[in-house]
């Protein structure tokens, strides 16, 4: 079992930045490829990032390329989410999940979701 905490949001002006950190405990997380996804007001969850478990693969969803980095540090059981030039757009609910198998964009293909942690992006 793996539990993930979400933490780092805030409130940003437009162009700003944050960085997210997923902590997990369990003795999987340094195997698991993780991926982190958001869901906006009146939207469906989306994903935003991935990184597989030595942190050599790197996956982004396009809305975010150049913009975000997700990265992982193993000895702390942590992957982190960097977000700059950050934009209104962005704000949601970010939350990190453990892939288990299957297309890596989809949610449902994740397991031991955070309760996540809200991002909101000023104009």
């Known amino acids: 079992q793996v539990q993930l905490r979400e933490s780092g949001g805030g409130l940003v002006q437009a162009g700003g930045s944050l960085r997210l950190s997923c902590a997990a405990s369990?003795?999987?997380?340094?195997?698991?490829?993780m991926g982190w996804f958001r869901q906006g007001p009146g939207k469906e969850r989306e994903f935003v990032a991935a990184?597989?478990?030595?942190?050599?693969?790197?996956n982004y969803a396009d809305s975010v390329k150049g913009r975000f980095t997700i990265s992982r540090d193993n000895a702390k059981n942590t992957v982190y989410l960097q977000m700059n030039s950050l934009k209104p757009e962005d704000t949601a609910v970010y939350c990190c999940?453990?892939?288990?198998?299957?297309?890596?964009?989809?949610?449902?293909?994740?397991?031991?979701w955070g309760q996540g942690t809200q991002v909101t992006v000023s104009s």
């Open positions: 990184i597989n478990w030595s942190g050599s693969s790197t």
């Open positions: 999940g453990k892939y288990v198998t299957g297309r890596l964009t989809d949610a449902g293909n994740y397991v031991y």
């Open positions: 369990g003795r999987t997380f340094s195997s698991a490829t």
